[in-house]
């Protein structure tokens, strides 16, 4: 007994000390990254405002505290900071706008880098296309681009990075006109794993090219994008709530809209919430035009609503009006189930999901339970070239986003195994109805939940994935850094 207690100990304190000493070395790495780079990069320690800042994520399960965080300035830097990390074989995280819903995705208890720095919106008239630096979130972008009456095909509320954005696929209330963010890429700026800096176009660098579309970190730090730019003028839309009393009305105008609604310029998201225990519906409704054609969001406008903010505004003020920051600061997980159509019964199976899940977990710490459907017309990926996400183009598919979001460390793994059981009820009511594709086809990497296997992930992409990855990072320095790995 003496003996086993006296064991455990020691096992204990050798942790202790493991973990003590590789604190220690890398917080020599953190020293010799601040002796290496130039006055544009800095890096900060525990309680700084800014490595607060460098560590903070939308959600706070996908926050860990790391050793040091760096802010890089320049590509340059960005290559010395990845030598650096590579030679020493440090762990280390990339952040963009820190809204993966992942942990240790753009997290990490090693060194975490920041891409703050990058702010760039360089908008060029004569190539109707913008530069922009991976450090933004949309709602710079949109604003940059305000005067020029041009827009990029990005995110759809508040505070998303574009980088984590672009890098897994990119649904945008734009994506029936022009496609997912992906296909809107001109050139990505990348820092190789042995510090080269390169901008990877399609003509240049197919494989590539091909492979960072989806391909997030594997192949090294991206530090800008250039993206198409498009004509844009004042929207129509905005975001309506109902209460739970309304889901009949909604669910059919949800269906309705999914299927028969073929004007790219009309774009949707229903969203059912529990709420800290209430029922309410959320629709976001948009439509790229000044107004709205008479008919088309008819089924929800004439529904009672609890809050009304629909209106004619320019394309940043129709991102904020979703209030995101009731849900941040929570621990929370998404997943996704990849649909074929959204029909009425299937839209009467989330309902049903979303009552069982929060009945189940109310005596967890749950806040927020919540599915969006997200109808999409069947032309969005005609728009592209091939792209590791989606790996196939020959249909598309809805990307249905469940997003649970509670308090207490404790319960992860409870909303962890709901959140795969509600996605496999899905899946198989999915099928039962004749969608028999969904269980095989690309689920959507910035939804799905971490466990999520990468043939559904990458599917058919991986093997040119890897040869790619194989040239570019034979090292596989980027596999000391979070989220979906590419394995070589
Ligand atoms: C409130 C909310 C709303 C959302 N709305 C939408 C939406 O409308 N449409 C949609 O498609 N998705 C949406 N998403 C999902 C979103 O696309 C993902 O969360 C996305 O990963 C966020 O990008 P980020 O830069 O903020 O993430 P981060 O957490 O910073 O990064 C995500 C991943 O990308 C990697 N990465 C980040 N920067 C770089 C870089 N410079 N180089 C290489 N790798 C990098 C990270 O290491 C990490 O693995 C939403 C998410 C939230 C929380
Ligand atoms: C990549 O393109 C950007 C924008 O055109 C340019 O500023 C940068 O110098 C280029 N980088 C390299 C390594 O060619
Ligand atoms: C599509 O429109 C037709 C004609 O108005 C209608 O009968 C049908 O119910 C609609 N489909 C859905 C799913 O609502
Ligand atoms: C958004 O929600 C937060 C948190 O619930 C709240 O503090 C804030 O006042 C809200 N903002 C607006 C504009 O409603
Ligand atoms: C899905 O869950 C519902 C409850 O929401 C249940 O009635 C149904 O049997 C489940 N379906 C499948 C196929 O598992
Ligand atoms: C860096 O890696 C790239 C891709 O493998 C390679 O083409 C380039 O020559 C390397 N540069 C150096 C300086 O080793
Ligand atoms: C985080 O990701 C890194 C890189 O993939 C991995 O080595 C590490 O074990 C992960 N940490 C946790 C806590 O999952």
């Not at 010799?32 to 607060?52: C, K, Q």
């Not at 996908?62 to 290559?79: F, K, L, M, N, R």
């Not at 762990?91 to 891409?115: D, E, R």
């Not at 510090?195 to 492979?211: C, I, M, Q, R, Y």
Request: negative net charge.
């Amino acid at each position: 007994m003496v003996h086993i207690r006296r064991f455990a100990f020691r096992v204990a304190a050798a942790l202790v000390y493991v973990s003590f000493v590789q604190a220690q070395t890398i917080s020599s790495v953190c020293q010799r990254i601040s002796n290496s780079i130039s006055l544009a990069s800095s890096v900060f320690y525990d309680p700084e405002p800014s490595y607060l800042a460098d560590i903070y994520h939308y959600a706070e399960s996908s926050s860990q505290t790391s050793v040091c965080s760096v802010e890089p300035g320049t590509a340059e830097d960005v290559g010395i900071v990845l030598t650096i990390l590579g030679s020493t074989r440090t762990l280390f995280g990339i952040k963009g706008g820190g809204h993966i819903m992942n942990p240790n995705y753009s997290s990490t208890a090693g060194v975490q880098i920041s891409m703050s720095r990058f702010t760039a919106v360089d908008y060029d008239s004569s190539t109707g296309t913008v530069v922009v630096g991976a450090g933004n979130i949309w709602d710079n972008v949109y604003e940059a681009l305000l005067p020029y009456n041009v827009n990029v095909v990005g995110g759809r509320v508040s505070g998303i990075g574009v980088a984590g954005y672009t890098l897994g696929g990119g649904y945008s209330y734009l994506t029936n006109q022009y496609g997912l963010t992906i296909d809107t890429v001109r050139v990505f700026e990348l820092v190789l794993p042995n510090g080269t800096v390169t901008n990877v176009t399609e003509s240049k660098h197919p494989d590539l090219f091909f492979a960072l579309k989806g391909g997030y970190n594997n192949y090294g730090i991206v530090t800008g994008f250039t993206y198409q730019t498009y004509p844009q003028g004042l929207v129509w839309g905005g975001q309506n709530i109902y209460l739970g009393q309304y889901v009949d009305q909604i669910n059919a105008a949800t269906a309705d809209f999914a299927n028969n609604v073929t004007d790219p310029k009309a774009a949707l998201i229903t969203t059912y919430d529990y709420q800290d225990g209430v029922f309410v519906i959320s629709v976001l409704m948009f439509y790229d035009a000044p107004t709205q054609p008479a008919g088309i969001f008819d089924g929800f406008l004439t529904v009672p609503a609890l809050s009304a903010d629909v209106s004619t505004r320019d394309y940043l003020d129709l991102v904020l009006t979703e209030n995101t920051s009731t849900s941040a600061n929570m621990r929370g997980y998404y997943n996704t189930v990849p649909l074929m159509d959204i029909t009425l019964p299937l839209l009467e199976a989330v309902v049903s999901q979303l009552q069982y899940w929060q009945s189940i977990l109310s005596s967890d710490s749950g806040t927020l339970f919540s599915y969006d459907v997200e109808p999409f017309l069947p032309t969005i990926l005609t728009h592209g070239s091939p792209s590791a996400y989606p790996w196939t183009r020959a249909e598309r598919f809805l990307p249905l986003n469940v997003y649970f979001a509670w308090t207490d460390a404790a319960d992860d793994s409870d909303f962890y195994n709901a959140l795969v059981a509600t996605a496999a009820n899905l899946t198989a009511v999915a099928v039962s109805e004749g969608q028999v594709l969904v269980p095989v086809a690309p689920h959507y990497p910035n939804y799905a939940l971490y466990g999520t296997s990468l043939a559904s992930i990458w599917g058919t992409s991986l093997g040119e994935m890897i040869v790619v990855k194989e040239e570019c990072d034979p090292h596989n320095v980027m596999g000391l850094t979070g989220g979906w790995k590419i394995p070589i």
